[in-house]
């Protein structure tokens, strides 16, 4: 599944709020969502733990 979105952020501490105010998905555009991710930075990887038990992401520096 492919998710697109745009809006502001907010970091404090290790959380990471996002505030979507435009989405490729209709049910994201129906409501002002907020989504609040907990996140960790080791040398030249990001990890975004989404909550819950669900998925966590992994995002690695490449070149430069």
Avoid: C, W
Wanted: proline residues 2%.
């Amino acid at each position: 599944a492919f998710r697109a979105n745009s809006g502001t952020y907010e970091v404090s501490g290790s959380t990471l709020r996002l505030q979507i105010l435009v989405a490729k998905h209709p049910v994201a555009m129906a409501t002002r969502q907020t989504v609040t991710f907990e996140y960790s930075i080791e040398s030249d990887t990001l990890v975004v733990d989404i909550g819950a038990g669900r998925a966590m992401y992994t995002f690695a520096r490449v070149g430069g």
